[in-house]
């Protein structure tokens, strides 16, 4: 007979999250940043030198990448001006440079290579993290209108909610999380995942808060909410 092996929870398996290519060679930063990526939601790969990097980059195109400009062998300037080269699959990607070189000289050198933002060391993740997410908001194609169940539009580019043809009258973090749900239905969101959608990045916001904003959600979008709570996960839209 054959075993059936247990599947992990959605959240674990889901192949939409953004790859974030890791490239550091200090391990302890390494880990951290890899520690920070993963309880956002995000999936990674780390190289700890530069030619590690570009196999990885290579072999799975990530989304954005994080670049530490100080690595064995090969630079993180060279790294950059590799991915730069036309006709490369990482002529767009966003890359976000790691720096203890904090002077005026190196920081505009990253750019001329082709960075896109950067953050000097010794950074907080959280400062690191919310670079990340602007960086991949920007690199996102235009928005167009999100569809729910029961009549439910939501429009992006104007922050405007309509439910059933009427006007939905939703906090910017209740339009977020549901623009979140939106993007994946039948995805399940672990409430971290939730609370770093949201682009009040300053708010050191609990994941109670998130509970709050799907409660109040609930209530405005009715009966057909199709807001579905995963226990000990977190929460799902539709399906
Ligand atoms: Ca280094």
């Not at 990607?93 to 000097?120: I, K």
């Not at 010794?122 to 194609?141: G, H, K």
């Not at 999100?146 to 939905?168: F, K, N, S, W």
């Amino acid at each position: 007979m054959a075993m059936s092996i247990p599947k992990p929870p959605a959240a674990l398996t889901a192949n939409d999250r953004p790859l974030v290519l890791v490239v550091e060679d200090e391990p302890d930063l390494a880990d951290a940043l890899l520690g920070y990526l993963r309880h956002a939601g995000y999936r990674s790969a780390h190289a700890a030198d530069g030619l590690a990097a570009l196999r990885l980059f290579y072999a799975d195109p990530p989304a954005v990448v994080l670049l530490d400009l100080m690595l064995p062998g090969l630079s993180g300037f060279e790294v950059l001006r590799t991915l730069r080269q036309s006709g490369s699959a990482g002529h767009k990607t966003p890359v976000l440079v790691l720096t203890a070189r904090a002077s005026e000289g190196d920081v505009l050198d990253g750019f001329a290579y082709g960075a896109d933002d950067y953050v000097t060391k010794p950074f907080r993740p959280r400062e690191v993290m919310a670079r990340l997410r602007a960086l991949l908001r920007r690199s996102q194609p235009p928005q167009t209108c999100l569809e729910g169940v029961a009549g439910l539009v939501l429009d992006p580019a104007r922050h405007q909610a309509h439910l059933g043809g009427q006007v939905l009258e939703l906090t910017k973090s209740e339009f977020e999380l549901l623009a979140s749900f939106l993007r994946a239905p039948g995805r399940v969101f672990r409430r971290q995942e939730l609370l770093d959608a949201r682009s009040d990045l300053d708010s050191d916001a609990l994941e109670r808060t998130v509970d709050a904003h799907i409660r109040n959600l609930r209530r405005k979008l009715g009966a057909n909410h199709a807001i579905e709570t995963v226990y000990g996960v977190g929460y799902r839209y539709g399906e």
